[in-house]
């Protein structure tokens, strides 16, 4: 039987610390780096991906125990890891199977993939039978964010400097959903009420889902959080819910101001 093993990176998000496969899950960090600043500026810091060499030596590690490898990275467009995973994979002549798939998703959205692969890989399936899963599980996966740093806006939305100064300067809201793998706006409201309202509008458009996140960054800038848990928690109790601060990495890319949304529909 083919020994399948599971190699995500550290912006995946798990529901819980134990789940079905965990010890078939390992991680290719990710790295915070300091910049150099003008003088009187905070420094900034910008998250650096696994390398390719980062990758390469995962594999050879892991491949002293399994069969196949199965790489899950957060999406190509907001940062390099897939492309360096795929370089590492083409540089790697040892007996393992290697094969990367770019969720196009990241925090939750990937943490729940890798939990359903990993699972997957503990009964025995097939990593080519793993992966046909992943795809499948990736069209019912849906995030959306409320992101207003400006300098976030620019790197990781794609939003011009200028347009993202005039947004702030307007007290605008803009809301995005990660689709394709990128962030696409999707509603401009002038209120943080407004945003709460976008969020409860898109969450009832679903009618059972499997599991609900509400994730946010360490210093979150809407101050009313707790009436979209109870909104989240009233209209969908069947659904597994769980609500977590960003993880460091995740909020390096949105931003420590940021709220988000994560659905998962039954597949």
Same mark, same amino acid.
């Given at each position: 039987m083919s020994?399948?093993c599971?190699?995500?990176d550290?912006?995946?998000?798990?529901?819980?610390q134990?789940?079905?496969?965990?010890?078939?899950v390992?991680?290719?960090p990710?790295?915070?780096?300091?910049?150099?600043?003008?003088?009187?500026?905070?420094?900034?810091?910008r998250?650096? &991906?696994p390398s390719?060499?980062?990758? @390469?030596?995962k594999?050879?590690?892991?491949s002293? +125990?399994?069969d196949s490898?199965l790489?899950?990275t957060?999406s190509? @467009?907001l940062?390099?890891a897939?492309?360096? &995973?795929?370089? *590492?994979?083409?540089?790697f002549?040892d007996?393992a199977?290697?094969? !990367?798939?770019?969720?196009r998703t990241?925090?939750?959205? +990937?943490?729940?993939l890798?939990? &359903?692969?990993? $699972?997957?890989?503990l &009964?025995?399936?097939?990593?080519g039978?793993i992966?046909?899963?992943?795809?499948?599980n990736?069209a019912h996966?849906y995030?959306?964010? %409320?992101?207003?740093?400006? =300098?976030?806006?620019?790197?990781? *939305? $794609?939003?011009?400097? =200028?347009?993202a @100064?005039?947004?702030g300067m307007? $007290?605008?809201?803009p809301?995005? @959903?990660?689709?394709?793998?990128?962030l696409? +706006?999707? #509603? /401009?409201?002038?209120s943080?009420?407004? !945003?709460l309202e976008?969020?409860?509008? %898109?969450?009832d458009?679903?009618?059972?889902?499997?599991c609900?996140?509400?994730?946010?960054?360490? #210093?979150?800038s809407l101050?009313?959080?707790?009436?979209l848990r109870q909104?989240i928690q009233?209209?969908?109790?069947?659904?597994?819910?769980?609500?977590?601060a960003f993880?460091?990495?995740?909020? *390096?890319?949105l931003? /420590?101001?940021s709220? $988000?949304?994560a659905? /998962?529909? /039954?597949?």
């Open positions: 020994r399948v599971i190699l995500t550290s912006t995946a998000q798990f529901t819980r134990s789940f079905p496969g965990r010890e078939r390992f991680i290719a990710f790295s915070i780096r300091e910049e150099r600043s003008s003088a009187g500026q905070a420094p900034r810091y998250l650096a &991906a390719e060499m980062d990758f @390469l030596q594999y050879q590690e892991l002293r +125990l399994y490898i790489v899950l957060l190509s @467009l940062s390099p897939a492309h360096h &995973a795929r370089a *590492a994979s083409t540089r002549n007996h199977m290697i094969d !990367v798939l770019d969720t990241t925090s939750f959205g +990937l943490g729940w890798v939990e &359903a692969a990993a $699972g997957a890989a &009964a025995g399936e097939t990593i039978q992966i046909a899963q992943a795809r499948v990736i996966i995030l959306l964010y %409320f992101i207003s740093e400006p =300098a976030v806006l620019v790197e990781s *939305a $794609g939003i011009g400097p =200028a347009q @100064l005039v947004a307007l $007290g605008i809201h809301v995005f @959903l990660l689709e394709d793998g990128r696409t +706006l999707v #509603e /401009k409201t002038r943080q009420r407004g !945003v976008y969020f409860e509008e %898109f969450l458009e679903f009618d059972s889902p499997a609900v996140a509400l994730v946010h960054g360490s #210093e979150p101050p009313r959080l707790g009436v909104h009233g209209a969908h109790p069947q659904a597994q819910f769980v609500e977590q993880s460091p990495h995740v909020e *390096a890319i931003g /420590k101001k709220i $988000g949304l659905v /998962k529909q /039954k597949g």
